[in-house]
């Protein structure tokens, strides 16, 4: 039974109940990727698995290979997030970071460093109170999302002839991967307006630890137009709109 076990720390990005008392978990951790896990009787009144495997949840667990699913034998919170199950605003945002991180990354495959990203992420959504603060920290995570994916977006350089840009560049190409020079920009069709303002946003955030960004509060405008240029990258990579961006959009109001 020994050699059958292993533990990880893990994030918990989706679950859905099966039978009477079982729970299937998708679990995001730093060296297994992506995993399927199964709770069994978790949704019992007598689990001591209850409360330890809530969505948003960082937490470290024991789990025993299985054929199917590995299963879940123990669970030790880490970071318990309550304030992202507990507020309607950062309930969405938990969502919409869950969902984006489950549908950028394929099963099994490791990515640390987007793990320790989401988990910091978090961490920042279930304490900031300006909602202006947690929609950058939205784009710093959509962004850096992006970048450790392998898809950086050119925010330096030309997308098209890989010029430095400057500070007049104003179209973004989500298509092309990136913000145009002018030269470029009047032979692209399908590009979006982007100001200089925005330009600045998104380079400092491409180049600025999350600690940092936490105290930044731009005009709103500002992350609005943000916003349109990654949530357009993003959905010219998936092929589609996420779910929970019609959540997020709805309690934004």
């Given at each position: 039974?020994?050699?059958?076990?292993?533990?990880?720390?893990?994030?918990?990005?989706?679950?859905?109940?099966?039978?009477?008392?079982?729970?299937?978990?998708t679990?995001?951790?730093?060296?297994?990727?992506?995993?399927?896990?199964?709770?069994?009787?978790?949704?019992?009144?007598?689990?001591?698995?209850?409360?330890?495997?809530?969505?948003?949840?960082?937490?470290?667990?024991?789990?025993?290979?299985?054929?199917?699913?590995?299963?879940?034998?123990?669970?030790?919170?880490?970071?318990?997030?309550?304030?992202?199950?507990?507020?309607?605003?950062?309930?969405?945002?938990?969502?919409?970071?869950?969902?984006?991180?489950?549908?950028?990354?394929?099963?099994?495959?490791?990515?640390?460093?987007?793990?320790r990203?989401?988990?910091?992420?978090?961490?920042?959504?279930?304490?900031?109170?300006?909602?202006?603060?947690r929609?950058?920290?939205?784009?710093?995570?959509?962004?850096?999302?992006?970048?450790?994916?392998?898809?950086?977006?050119?925010?330096?350089?030309?997308?098209?002839?890989?010029?430095?840009?400057?500070?007049?560049?104003?179209?973004?190409?989500?298509?092309?991967?990136?913000?145009?020079?002018?030269?470029?920009?009047?032979?692209?069709?399908?590009?979006?307006?982007?100001?200089?303002?925005?330009?600045?946003?998104?380079?400092?955030?491409?180049?600025?630890?999350l600690?940092?960004?936490?105290?930044?509060?731009?005009?709103?405008?500002?992350?609005?137009?943000?916003?349109?240029?990654?949530?357009?990258?993003?959905?010219?990579?998936?092929e589609?709109?996420?779910?929970?961006?019609?959540?997020?959009?709805?309690?934004?109001?």
């Amino acid at each position: 039974m020994r050699d059958r076990l292993y533990t990880t720390e893990a994030l918990i990005i989706r679950r859905f109940d099966v039978g009477e008392a079982d729970r299937i978990l998708t679990i995001y951790t730093p060296h297994h990727g992506k995993l399927s896990v199964t709770a069994r009787g978790v949704r019992k009144m007598t689990s001591k698995l209850a409360g330890h495997l809530e969505l948003f949840i960082h937490t470290r667990l024991q789990l025993a290979k299985g054929r199917s699913f590995d299963v879940v034998t123990e669970s030790r919170v880490v970071q318990p997030f309550r304030s992202l199950r507990e507020d309607l605003s950062r309930i969405s945002q938990g969502y919409y970071v869950a969902e984006l991180l489950d549908q950028m990354t394929p099963d099994e495959s490791d990515n640390p460093a987007l793990f320790r990203l989401t988990c910091e992420t978090l961490a920042a959504l279930d304490v900031l109170d300006e909602v202006v603060r947690r929609d950058v920290i939205l784009r710093y995570y959509e962004l850096h999302t992006l970048i450790l994916s392998g898809y950086r977006p050119h925010l330096f350089d030309c997308a098209n002839c890989e010029r430095e840009l400057s500070p007049e560049a104003d179209r973004y190409s989500p298509i092309t991967g990136g913000v145009l020079c002018q030269q470029c920009s009047s032979s692209e069709p399908r590009t979006l307006p982007i100001n200089l303002n925005t330009f600045k946003l998104l380079r400092y955030l491409a180049r600025m630890p999350l600690e940092t960004v936490v105290s930044l509060v731009p005009a709103p405008a500002t992350v609005h137009e943000a916003r349109a240029v990654l949530k357009a990258s993003l959905s010219q990579i998936l092929e589609r709109e996420l779910k929970s961006t019609q959540f997020l959009n709805l309690v934004r109001g």
